[in-house]
């Protein structure tokens, strides 16, 4: 598998605790954004989206939170598991657009 | 992975060598796309394909050509490659309302 040794934000957090990821978008005319989660050796992979006229979205064990006003979004992980030790990425969009706008990420590493 | 294989998985090559590389899915999704993932720059557009011979460029697409001859096919070319391409380049797919799903990679080394 692939990655890239990215020299990112970290986040470490003890196993069991909830984690907070946050990332500022750019683009005040993205309306999708959507969160990824990227394992060493492997691509990216679709944990949760939101849609600009929400301002939060729960999944398992993971919830985004939209702030339009500042542009912000965080991805908040429940119970935190070794399992989640990975970089996450935030991307935007526009409506009908068939680009994504990729953060540069966090890495997250759980301390067991 | 969606049914998205990537190949080759690594490859080095020599600055002005053309390279390409293979994207293969197996699910008949319409949109395609090439990205490269560099340190500090995160995930970026090289291309993109709506169908069949649709290509359209990204943000970062001097120095790269595609072509898809077949839905399940998207191809990426480096012309003549140069050191500045050595990166991590996945493939994606877009399933739904820009719901995107990238395959294993490809890290490519040019010398």
């Known amino acids: 598998g692939e990655s890239v040794g990215l020299h990112l934000p970290t986040l470490s957090v003890q196993e069991g605790d909830n984690s907070i990821i946050n990332c500022a978008y750019s683009n005040s005319a993205s309306d999708y954004f959507i969160w990824y989660k990227q394992e060493s050796g492997k691509g990216p992979q679709f944990i949760i989206d939101i849609r600009s006229n929400m301002d939060k979205r729960q999944g398992q064990r993971v919830t985004v939170l939209l702030n339009k006003t500042v542009k912000h979004l965080s991805l908040q992980i429940a119970a935190t598991q070794p399992g989640d030790s990975a970089v996450y990425f935030c991307a935007e969009t526009q409506t009908g657009a068939n680009n994504l706008f990729f953060g540069t990420g966090t890495r997250l590493t759980v301390i067991p | 992975d969606a049914g998205i294989t990537q190949s080759p998985r690594h490859k080095v090559t020599e600055t002005g060598t053309p390279v390409t590389l293979r994207c293969h899915q197996t699910e008949n999704h319409r949109y395609m796309y090439w990205y490269r993932q560099d340190p500090g720059h995160g995930l970026r557009l090289i291309h993109y394909?709506?169908?069949?011979?649709?290509?359209d460029k990204g943000e970062v697409s001097d120095g790269y050509s595609v072509s898809r001859s077949k839905t399940e096919d998207f191809l990426l070319t480096l012309e003549s490659a140069t050191s500045s391409q050595t990166s991590v380049y996945f493939c994606?797919?877009?399933?739904?309302?820009?719901?995107?799903?990238f395959g294993p990679g490809t890290r490519l080394t040019v010398l």
């Open positions: 394909s709506y169908g069949v011979k649709d290509t």
């Open positions: 994606a797919i877009n399933t739904g309302f820009n719901e995107q799903f």
